[in-house]
Every structure is written in C-alpha cells, then in structure tokens.
C-alpha cells in the first residue's frame, strides 16, 4: 500500500521558518522523483519544488526561490522541504507527489504565515 505522510506544518509568524517532511512506503521511493505543491483556498494547486532521483538536481518555483530548500534522504524513504523567511502569501496547504510508473500523493499539511 502506497504511503506519503507530511508532518512539520502549523503556525508561524512572518519571517519565520518551519521544515516539512514527506516519510514514503509501498513503492520504490529511491528511483521516483519527489516534488513538493501547495494549495491556497481558492487557488489551483501549484508546484512549489522538484528533486531529482539522486538528489542532484531541484526545481524552485520563482515565488520561493532563494527561501525555500527541497532534499531527500533515500535511506529514509523521507523528502523535506526547509522552508525559511516565510511570507504570509506562502500560507496553504502543502502535499507531496512521488512519481514513478504512477503519481502518488500525500494528504497534505497545513501551513499558515501569520502574526
């Protein structure tokens, strides 16, 4: 049974930093690439980061370029997402997606930027 479980959201004032995790089971995590979206309400979801297999190559969004940082630790079967001088347009909820011969995603995580 495929599994994407995120953990790390939750309140934070502006300017402030919270570290998501994605924990991954039930396919080969180690040979799917892993991305990060998110969805304000009333908004499409929208891509936020990519990682390659290897952890060699990412993707930013321009909205979070030089704030936001995507990893994986293959060993763990987890992907995280440092996020850091968060705004309150980075509010929403956060999902992760496994991709191999299938797309897979989590249940998300909810972030919320405010003072």
């Known amino acids: 049974q495929v599994q994407l479980v995120e953990s790390g959201g939750g309140l934070v004032q502006p300017g402030g930093s919270l570290r998501l995790s994605c924990a991954a089971s039930?396919?080969?995590?180690?040979?799917?690439?892993m991305s990060w979206y998110r969805q304000a309400p009333g908004n499409e979801r929208e891509l936020v980061a990519v990682i390659n297999t290897f952890g060699s190559s990412t993707y930013y969004a321009d909205s979070v370029k030089g704030r936001f940082t995507i990893s994986r630790d293959n060993a763990k079967n987890t992907m995280y997402l440092q996020m850091n001088s968060l705004k309150p347009e980075d509010t929403a909820m956060y999902y992760c997606?496994?991709?191999?011969?299938?797309?897979?995603w989590g249940q998300g995580t909810q972030v919320t930027v405010s003072s």
């Open positions: 039930g396919f080969a995590f180690r040979s799917s690439g």
């Open positions: 997606y496994a991709r191999d011969q299938n797309g897979y």
